[in-house]
């Protein structure tokens, strides 16, 4: 397998999904020389089958809002690959949803939830409903009529979607009513429910958490603690509010949070009382930040990322393509020392290379976010037993999955002076697994 000409085919083959091309594109170059010590693979065209996605839903989603104005968006699932377990991944509500961020989600999936340990495919969807500004009925009406179409591809054995960007507890609580309604049945059919009907302790915190985890293991490989530690963190939803919080309880100072409207920047640090104000107004009161910073006399800068503030540590936690190569370069002359991705696929490719050559610390998302789908494949293993563990049971059981998955990148990413190319070990850990079933599976 040669990993450009393989790119270069897709490139003309999906000519205007940008963001798939870059996630396969840094998944096969990272994978290149392992693909090719197995000519097996390359007989059975294994590459060409894994980039492709299984299968893709597209529909219409008709709503009416409070007005009763009727609107219609884009409903999708990309179902990418089930060779190690049923297709498995969130849902994402934004303007910003298409294709070609489907794809590319869907695709980094598929690597992520094979490091986790647990028998997890890859899966991914979503709408571009834009839910800034809905009311909740509004929300609950969108998220209704989208599960009426949805739910004839997923199943508790088949595929089962969590939440993402603009989905969290509310909105797969009225996925979860509306599935139950037109299915008549109680299955484990989503992630991320509520407590009282199936949901898993801890799957709130587990992305952030696992985050910090997958940080103080790559920090402990240099002899380095995370306490009194500089943060900054991007982002001000579930995956940034729960790696602040982890963060600042073990001793580390974050100064930053962002939307998309701007970032603020604190020099002393959060507390548990801002962070707590933080979370009623994201939360609750779906507010920007900029009232954060106006209610705690903070800096605020209005139309631009965070990665200009001097730190040790970067968290990105908000989308894709949120650091581009100059902020890398910003980010290693500040003295930042490592960099590990709450986001999907947060870094460019410009980026990833600045980090790279620079030495840093550089974790990719589908290592270092995975604690999310972990504990969402927990909560489908309780759902199954119809039982559910404590909350210190989840959080040993994610702190173990971290450092599993840890341990993967370096089995496979160490470099022969030491040093950890954790995409490359990432990349090759995920991909070995799916690859192995894929080949006992025969040609399907
Ligand atoms: P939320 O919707 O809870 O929060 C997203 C945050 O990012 C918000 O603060 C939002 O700002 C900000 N944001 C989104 N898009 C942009 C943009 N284009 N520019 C600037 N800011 C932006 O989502 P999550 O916290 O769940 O997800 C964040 C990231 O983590 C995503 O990349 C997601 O795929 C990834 N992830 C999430 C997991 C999970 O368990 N939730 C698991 C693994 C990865 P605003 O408030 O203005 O909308």
Not at 154 to 176: F, K, S, T, W
Not at 231 to 246: D, E, H, L, R, W
Not at 313 to 333: F, G, H, M, W
């Amino acid at each position: 397998m040669k990993a450009s000409e393989v790119i270069a085919n897709l490139e003309k083959r999906f000519p205007n999904e940008p963001e798939y091309i870059q996630a396969v594109s840094v998944v096969l170059n990272s994978i290149e020389e392992e693909y090719n010590k197995h000519p097996e693979f390359e007989k059975a065209n294994l590459i060409e089958r894994l980039c492709i996605p299984e299968r893709i839903y597209q529909f219409r989603v008709t709503w009416q809002d409070d007005n009763h104005v009727i609107h219609t968006n884009m409903g999708y699932r990309i179902q990418h690959s089930n060779a190690i377990g049923p297709y498995k991944g969130g849902l994402r509500f934004h303007p910003s949803v298409n294709l070609s961020i489907l794809k590319f989600l869907a695709f980094e999936q598929t690597f992520k939830n094979s490091l986790t340990t647990l028998p997890m495919g890859g899966a991914k969807g979503g709408s571009d409903f834009d839910p800034a500004g809905k009311s909740d009925p509004e929300i609950m009406r969108f998220c209704q009529q989208f599960m009426s179409e949805l739910y004839q591809y997923i199943g508790a054995d088949v595929d089962v979607p969590a939440g993402d960007i603009g989905v969290g507890g509310r909105e797969i609580g009225y996925l979860y009513g509306m599935y139950k309604k037109v299915t008549h049945a109680y299955t484990g059919v989503l992630t991320g429910k509520g407590l009282s009907f199936g949901g898993s302790l801890i799957r709130p915190e587990a992305t952030g958490y696992g985050n910090i985890y997958f940080l103080q293991e790559m920090l402990a490989t240099k002899g380095i603690d995370i306490e009194g530690k500089t943060i900054v963190v991007s982002g001000s939803g579930n995956v940034a509010q729960y790696t602040i919080q982890k963060a600042m309880r073990l001793g580390a100072k974050v100064v930053t949070c962002s939307d998309h409207n701007g970032y603020v920047y604190d020099p002393e640090g959060f507390t548990e009382e801002k962070l707590a104000y933080l979370m009623e107004l994201k939360n609750v009161r779906h507010g920007r930040v900029k009232e954060y910073a106006e209610h705690f006399g903070l800096k605020y800068v209005a139309g631009a990322r965070p990665w200009g503030e001097k730190c040790d540590i970067a968290l990105p936690s908000a989308t894709q393509n949120e650091i581009n190569e100059e902020e890398a370069k910003t980010l290693v002359k500040n003295g930042c020392i490592a960099v590990s991705e709450g986001a999907n696929m947060p870094s460019t490719p410009g980026a990833i290379k600045v980090f790279q050559e620079s030495g840093l610390l550089y974790a990719p998302g589908k290592a270092s976010n995975a604690g999310g789908v972990s504990v969402s494949g927990l909560e489908m293993a309780q759902n199954s037993v119809r039982y559910s563990w404590s909350a210190e049971e989840v959080d040993n059981k994610l702190h173990d999955i971290m450092r599993q998955i840890h341990a993967s990148c370096v089995k496979y990413g160490k470099n022969p002076d030491g040093s950890i190319n954790y995409v490359k070990g990432a990349n090759v850990a995920g991909f070995m697994k799916v690859a192995e079933a894929m080949m006992a599976q025969g040609v399907v």
